[in-house]
């Protein structure tokens, strides 16, 4: 079903659109030393947002069990930078562009896809797109972990 989603995202839904958006800002980005953190983290969105279904962004100390650089402070710095000069911005785009997609009810899985990308655009730095079965097992083991916690 993710398959047939995408391909009817990309071929008439034009959600490929996105996705080009996402090239153009890592490509921007790239060309300062200082966005290259940035960079990265458009171009995880950009194949986010050329693929959404059947994907999910976690972070990546939810994935790995370790902290890193993009998930410590550093990262934090990193994307309240991104949220105030573009992150808020592209969530607007995501929120209008998923409103004009809820008007039918053939568009409902499309405005699913932009609220997410919505979401993923606030805070992209530290996370990665992984597909949903491993999201599920990242999230059971952080459940774990928690309650391995709570027993101690």
């Known amino acids: 079903m993710a398959l047939l989603l995408n391909i009817l995202w990309n071929v008439p839904g034009l959600g490929f659109i996105p996705a080009l958006m996402w090239l153009l800002a890592a490509a921007i980005m790239a060309v300062t030393v200082i966005g290259l953190p940035w960079a990265r983290a458009c171009l995880m969105m950009a194949g986010y947002s050329f693929?959404?279904?059947?994907?999910?962004?976690?972070?990546?100390?939810?994935?790995?069990?370790?902290?890193?650089?993009?998930?410590?402070?550093?990262?934090f710095i990193a994307n309240a930078l991104w949220f105030v000069l573009a992150g808020i911005w592209l969530c607007i785009t995501h929120l209008v562009a998923a409103a004009g997609c809820a008007v039918t009810i053939i568009g409902l899985p499309f405005a699913w896809a932009h609220l997410k990308l919505a979401?993923?655009?606030?805070?992209?730095?530290?996370?990665?797109?992984?597909?949903?079965?491993?999201?599920?097992?990242?999230?059971?083991?952080?459940?774990?972990?928690?309650?391995?916690?709570?027993?101690?």
């Open 119 to 152: 979401a993923a655009s606030l805070f992209p730095v530290g996370k990665r797109v992984v597909p949903n079965d491993v999201a599920d097992a990242a999230e059971v083991g952080r459940g774990r972990d928690a309650w391995a916690r709570m027993r101690h």
């Open 51 to 75: 693929l959404p279904f059947g994907q999910r962004l976690v972070s990546r100390q939810d994935l790995t069990g370790v902290p890193s650089l993009g998930t410590g402070p550093l990262g």
